[in-house]
C-alpha cells in the first residue's frame, strides 16, 4: 500500500510542477478502493491528482477528517467528477467555524454549497464506520491530554452564539496492514497524541507502524516560521511519540516547518515529511 500526499503546504522532491497550497489531501489505494483523505483548499487538488495519474472519476471512498476549508475546498469539484464516490464525514462536520484573530472572525469552515446542494450525497457518521474493512474511521477522540494553544483561536457559532471550537468534527483514521496499524490524520485538532491513544484504545494489543498528518503545531499560516506552542512542548510530543514505539511518523501541513525542525532533533530518523507528491509504501 502507498500513501500519497497529493496536496499540502510545501514542494516534495521532484515534484515542482505541483501546486501547492497551505491544506492537505491524500491518495491510497486499500483492498481494491481507491481512497481520497481530504480535498485540499480548492481545486488545484485536482490539477496535481490529473498530473500524479490518480484517476478521480473512479475514487471510490473521499473520507473528510474535519469541517476546515483547508480540507474540504476540492470536494465540490470531485462530486461533479465523480457521481458514485462516497463522502463521509463526521456528523458535526456541516457546523459554521471560524478563525479569530483580534476583533476580526473570519470563515473557516467548509464551503456551505457543500451542504446546500450535496448534502444528499455526503454520509454523516456519528460512531465509528468501516467503509472497508480493516480501514475504520474512528469518531470517539478523548481529550484527556492538553490541546494545542494554537486551538483557541478557532470558533463554532452556535444558536447561542460563538463559542470556542470542541473539535467534535475531527476524525482520525486506521489501516490495518501485515505489519501493524497506520495511522491517519488531517489537523489533529484533537491533539496527535489524543488520536493516538484513540486508535489504540479501539484496536488494544495492536502495534502502530506509523502516524501520518498535519499536527497543528503552526502559528498563524501566512507566518512559515510561526509556532502555536513553545519548543519545549513540541519536544515533549515528539518524547511521548517516540515512547509509542512507533516505526516512522510522516508529517506535515499545520505542524509548520519550524515545528517539524524541533520535532526532528528529538526523532531523528523516526520522522519524515511527506510534502506535496511524496508517498509512502507499507
Known sequence: MEIMTVIENTDGTQTSHLYREPGLSFYFEYKGKKILFDTGVSEKMIDNARNLNIPLEEIDICVISHGHFDHTGGLEKLLQLNPGVRVIMKDSADGEFY??????????????????????????????????????????????RPLVKGNSKLLKKTAAGFVRDDFDHELVASLKTGSGLVIITGCSHNGVLNMVDAVKAKFPGEKVISVIGGFHLMGIPIFKNSMSVTSAEVEQIAKELLAYDIEKTYTMHCTGIRAF??????????????????????
Open 99 to 144: 478563525f479569530k484573530l483580534g476583533p476580526v472572525k473570519k470563515y473557516v469552515g467548509a464551503p456551505r454549497i457543500l451542504f446546500e446542494k450535496y448534502r444528499e450525497r455526503i454520509e454523516f457518521i456519528k460512531q465509528d464506520t468501516e467503509p472497508v474493512p480493516g480501514f475504520t474511521l474512528i469518531t470517539d477522540i478523548k481529550q484527556i
Open 261 to 282: 525542525g524541533i520535532l526532528k532533533k528529538v526523532m531523528g530518523e523516526r520522522l519524515g515529511y511527506l510534502a506535496t507528491g511524496d508517498s509512502v509504501s507499507f
